[in-house]
């Protein structure tokens, strides 16, 4: 007996909030309700751009889940960090200016976006001295939005609360925190972190803390402090990330930390927002030794669609485009497979993306590409949401089996401290020094 056929929601909005088009047919069967949320997306014979419309049916299935994305970045520049004097339900090319307004809800809709990890990011030039609480502004700006928009947005710290969200119609909002030096080399910092939300971290920016290197020592023209990876206090915060169940995030470390953390940490591993250097040799992209090892892992690389990180040497031309991006994707799927590769835009946090991505609207039109170049709608599906949900999983059952283990108390020693001048530290004191305090 034939499997019957349904319309693909005729005249509804789909998951993500978008209308689509009725010019797919989804199976019966599997539809994006049942347990697996299988996609068997068939083609209608008056469809005008069939790769486009399977690529929208693939997405209504299954959340796109976007690494990395700076939004709260440009509340602190634009609004000093005011969400409620911007109406972000409206074209912020208006407001905030074309090149610099990449995100808004109309374009997020019309992007078809199912989760997004937003960034919470500060200057390194923050660290050693306000880093924390200016941390926590940013982390606030990201809850207040949310907030603000509960038909739009759904705070999610649980891996299962993500497909909730997305069938509720919602962007599933998780917080990634976008540099180690935002701790300020606290293990009591980082689980009050995890406390408020945050489920990842990048291990550092685009600066050194005093327990890992960063991207920057790999370049031929470095001559700063150099760490060789992780220190023992770098191995403890990895460690310690394990023990919380908080996604440790590679993009932006050097390569030895890449290695160090990969040899280290219990759970898989994301690339939030980095590409392929085999195809753009940047420091900030992965090599193919470590991409191997993040198969290894379990690890997912969310390629990035900043265009110095897309297109360079060897590969260098006038533009970069769309079809550059899907190259970087294609590389680690043939180089690692399927299942350890997903995206991450890097929206609003950069102001150059390739012809055809200029803004979060565009996810369609990626996926698009890839239908044309014969992937699968299970692929597709694992691109968009499967892998990166599937290491969100996977950490939180390494935090459960490490649920005996006891907090870390470690403090980074004072002579690996980089700069002290803004620091009062009340651990380690003797009981001559607090004698000394009160007859002063």
């Known amino acids: 007996m034939m499997k019957s056929l349904v319309l693909l929601l005729i005249l509804t909005s789909n998951a993500s909030g978008h209308t689509m088009s009725n010019r797919y047919l989804l199976d019966n069967n599997d539809r994006a309700g049942n347990a697996t949320h299988l996609a068997h997306c068939v083609p209608r014979r008056d469809s005008t751009n069939p790769d486009l419309d399977r690529a929208k049916c693939v997405l209504q ?5 976007d690494g990395h994305n700076d939004l709260a970045e440009q509340y602190a520049y634009f609004a000093n960090d005011s969400v409620y004097s911007v109406e972000l339900d409206s074209n912020l090319d208006l407001v905030w200016g074309k090149v610099l307004s990449q995100v808004d809800i109309p374009k997020l809709r019309k992007g078809m976006l199912g989760g997004q990890f937003w960034s919470c990011w500060v200057t390194c030039q923050a660290q050693y001295h306000d880093v924390v609480r200016q941390t926590l502004e940013q982390l606030d700006v990201i809850k207040k939005f949310i907030t603000r928009y509960p038909e739009t947005f759904q705070f999610v710290d649980k891996a299962d609360d993500v497909m909730k969200a997305f ?4 962007i599933a909002s998780m917080i990634g925190l976008e540099g180690g030096h935002s701790i300020d080399s606290s293990l009591g910092a980082l689980r009050m972190y995890y406390e408020l939300g945050v489920r ?19 370049e031929p023209t470095y001559n700063g402090t150099v760490l060789n990876g992780l220190t023992d206090f770098g191995k403890k915060v990895i460690l310690e990330m394990n ?11 050097a390569k030895k930390t890449m290695l160090d ?23 900030r992209n992965v090599q193919d030794d470590v991409l191997l090892k993040t198969r290894e892992n379990g690890g997912v690389v ?34 690692i497979g399927v299942d350890h590769v997903g995206v991450g835009g890097d929206y609003d946090g950069a102001d150059s993306f390739p012809i ?85």
């Not at 299935?61 to 889940?65: A, D, N, Q, R, V």
């Open 61 to 65: 299935s299954y959340p796109l889940i």
């Open 302 to 335: 969310m390629v990035n669609f900043y265009t110095p990180f897309v297109v360079c040497s060897p590969n260098n031309k006038p533009t970069t485009e769309l079809t550059d991006v899907a190259d970087h994707i294609e590389y680690i799927k043939n180089l």
């Open 261 to 283: 953390v990969l040899s280290l940490t219990r759970a898989p591993v994301l690339f939030t927002h980095s590409s392929a250097f085999r195809l753009c040799n940047h420091y």
């Open 167 to 170: 069938q509720a119609g919602k």
């Open 356 to 440: 055809g991505l200029e803004n979060v609207s565009f996810y369609p039109e990626l996926f698009a590409e890839l239908v044309k170049r014969g992937w699968s709608d299970l692929d597709l599906q694992k691109l968009a949401g499967r892998n990166v949900l599937r290491v969100f999983l996977e950490v939180e059952k390494v935090r459960d089996s490490m649920k005996s283990m006891n907090p870390l108390e470690d403090h980074l020693e004072p002579s690996e401290q980089v700069d002290r001048k803004c620091r009062t530290t009340w651990y380690g004191r003797t009981a001559e020094h607090f004698e000394n305090i009160a007859s002063m």
């Open 200 to 218: 990842y971290m990048t291990v550092t920016h685009s600066c050194n803390t005093p327990w890992a290197d960063n991207w920057h020592v790999d």
């Open 243 to 253: 023990r919380l169940g908080m996604i440790v995030d590679l993009a932006h470390v």
